[in-house]
């Protein structure tokens, strides 16, 4: 008996991540074949200089710079993507499925702006895109979402899912440094780019959440739809007063769900220091899922590098590649929640932490409770004063509020702001304990 | 047009969480015949007494006492098990799958003890039997096993899987009680049976680390291969010495394999405190998965409870639905490494915590360390002398070791609980760090 026909991939990108993919399914293939019933066979891989010397062997003439090679062959039925970028990753991603072909991709920026359009032209084709390694390198998060959670209404995500940012501020809350120093010690460990502001300013993040949320509760929503606040205005103090309050410092990314009404959202939040999510460290990512069934459930492990990358992309290679050997749609098809719908940041309820520098004397607690109170119906919880400065005259008293409007809280600040007893305004930062 | 034909379920058993399953599907039944694309019809119960009052109202006459009804019912393409215990529910599940019926399970003692043979029952008679419920609770584990793991060979699986040890441990820690105390505590919560045996004596334990081995590393790994010690026996002390140590204690369930020598088993162990793994407190599962791209995972949620068991429960049954509705194999079949096989617990290397009481009198540590290095070969990370009995003139030693073999530790304590100089050998608890 002949054995049965291999299943011819083309590859699109050949840096890290691609060589990556290429070498462990090369040195794999008999694994993998056993897995899938059938080899897998890459034919053809798109590069932007084919002479370019890579840390994988493929055969020659197998590079190529012309995208028609890959899209074109019908011998391909199985495409993945690890260019990075919108464009043209985009554009080639729409051509395969166009095509009929099984797409895999790590392109978190793609799917965070096109995902619903990719999943909808991918099922009028009758194929699908996987995208397990666009979010959290190789923790499983997406097939999760997509199989696993699939009885549930899935009411909240929250997520530490930028390890450079995460390492920055683990540096920051165990060292006290500020955030330039943190910033240059995650430079040099390769953590963070030469221009780091994708990361720091939380795009990055945003992204992710963009897919995860549109996954989740089944709705569009855009990278743009994401409020977002980075870290680079972060002091130093906030980590101690957060450890003193019992608190962490994280950067979270947030999407809550309340009926059909979204809120999505990245920025510097304070979460209960005994809280799973508080312990995640380092270069770690972690998501924590709260369904109506299941309760609270979390994710963890490497969010980025190559072999975890690696993992999630011949994760999905290897189940788009079974669905093309044995047939099966594989699983439920991803459809919108037409009442859903993305609210402004302005609604969102929570509490604060608000750090104010104000002159040392008599009365200038009563000014600014009396703001927070009578002027914006914040109510607080405690009032902490920090240390004095002699020399100033200056201390810093720290607010913790009860559930408050963000609109409320935005228009409190600037109040403060104006009052002659408030010096500045040091921190207004977010409270994201469990419900 | 007809609406496509509901695709029919059997249940077995309507207990606490067959009540949940019955009553989430019922209530969700338009959002769940969305996501597959037919209708999920229970059309008949397996219970003991169909005259019991239960937690939710099924049409009349869709109870009964005979398994016939159910699984000689050509119109059922599924059945749920929710019984429990190893018969007769493994005898009726073999019977569903011979007709050709997908099985949903969460039984777990059936799952370790026969499911290689179900694996490949099911995949012999063209089905599939799905057991996400019988291991974690909610937590997504088995399908992301069979799936998101699959580009990887999984080495190692770190469990921290029964919820009532999990408490009664976190107890002892944080409150300084005994064992009897947080036992006590955890059954006033409703966290231990009047019966404790099997979730303290770690057979719960060892029935999910055999699915789970059984699974990740494609072999059959039966519950009496996993080496098994309780945790009835530990001392409130050790707590506050693995404290100050930096080390958490829990009952782990740990399955390695080193090329295709596995080895499984459940136990106290010491965990040093800053690892994910010893921040899982309270009734919390978590399983950390090492594979050779993915690294280090972890998934972490409430591992058991009605509503998370029934949220894996309709999971799998969505899957399986789906699976009837649009055809398709689903995943890659589990298929057995011949070369994989069990060793003996005498074969483990790991390091050890010693604790004795000896006289508080000079020449004992060089007698205890003699015995260790010279006879043994176990060589000494650090002894810490602990408080004195004045009365009693004893004192307590505290021995931290390198790596050594299981085999050498326990053959070491026997010859020191015969040295004139050893009064008692307190406590021997291995260390399992990140390797």
Request: charged share 25%; hydrophobic share 35%.
């Given at each position: 008996m002949a054995a049965p026909r291999a299943i011819g991939i083309g590859l699109l990108g050949l840096g890290v991540v691609g060589s990556g993919v290429a070498r462990i399914l090369t040195e794999r293939a008999d694994t993998y074949a056993a897995r899938v019933g059938r080899a897998l066979e890459i034919r053809r891989v798109l590069v932007r200089d084919p002479r370019k010397p890579r840390p994988v062997e493929l055969p020659p003439?197998?590079?190529?710079?012309?995208p028609e090679a890959v899209l074109g062959?019908?011998?391909?039925?199985l495409v993945i993507e690890v260019?990075?970028?919108e464009q043209p990753a985009y554009e080639y991603l729409c051509r395969a499925l166009e095509r009929g072909k099984y797409v895999v991709t790590a392109n978190k920026e793609v799917m965070a702006k096109h995902g619903p359009e990719l999943y909808e032209l991918a099922a009028r084709r009758g194929v699908d895109i996987l995208f397990e390694?666009?979010?959290?390198?190789?923790?499983?998060l997406i097939a999760p979402l997509q199989?696993?959670?699939?009885a549930n209404e899935i009411t909240s995500m929250r997520a530490i899912i930028n390890g450079t940012t995460n390492y920055i501020l683990t540096r920051m809350a165990r060292d006290g440094t500020d955030y330039r120093a943190a910033l240059r010690q995650a430079q040099q460990l390769g953590?963070?780019?030469?221009?780091?502001t994708n990361d720091v300013e939380g795009m990055d993040a945003a992204y992710k959440l963009a897919v995860l949320a549109s996954l989740g509760f089944r709705m569009t929503v855009r990278p743009g739809d994401v409020y977002r606040e980075g870290i680079?205005?972060?002091?130093?103090r906030e980590f101690r007063y957060a450890a003193e309050l019992g608190y962490a410092l994280k950067l979270l990314a947030i999407a809550t769900r309340d009926d059909h009404r979204v809120l999505a959202r990245v920025h510097p939040a304070l979460i209960p220091?005994?809280?799973?999510?508080?312990?995640?460290?380092?270069?770690n990512n972690a998501v924590e899922v709260v369904g109506d069934l299941l309760g609270r459930a979390m994710f963890q492990g490497q969010g980025a590098g190559s072999m975890p990358t690696t993992s999630a992309v011949v994760a999905d290679v290897i189940d788009a590649a079974f669905r093309i050997a044995h047939?099966?749609?594989g699983r439920p098809a991803w459809r919108a929640d037409p009442d859903a719908q993305v609210c402004p940041m302005s609604e969102l309820q929570t509490r604060y932490y608000l750090r104010l520098t104000v002159?040392?004397?008599?009365g200038v607690l009563a000014r600014v409770t009396r703001v927070l109170?009578?002027?914006?119906?914040?109510?607080?919880?405690s009032i902490i004063q920090k240390e004095a400065d002699e020399t100033a005259r200056t201390a810093e008293i720290v607010i913790m509020t009860h559930l408050a409007s963000e609109g409320a809280a935005q228009a409190a600040v600037k109040s403060l702001e104006k009052l002659?007893?408030?010096?500045?305004?040091?921190a207004l930062i977010r409270v994201e304990g469990q419900a």
């Open positions: 003439g197998m590079l190529g710079t012309d062959d019908p011998a391909i039925a260019m990075g970028g390694a666009s979010v959290g390198g190789g923790i499983p199989r696993d959670l699939l953590y963070a780019e030469p221009d780091p680079t205005r972060l002091h130093p220091a005994e809280e799973p999510l508080a312990k995640v460290d380092g270069v047939g099966g749609e002159p040392d004397r008599a109170g009578e002027q914006y119906q914040i109510s607080i919880a002659d007893v408030v010096r500045a305004v040091g």
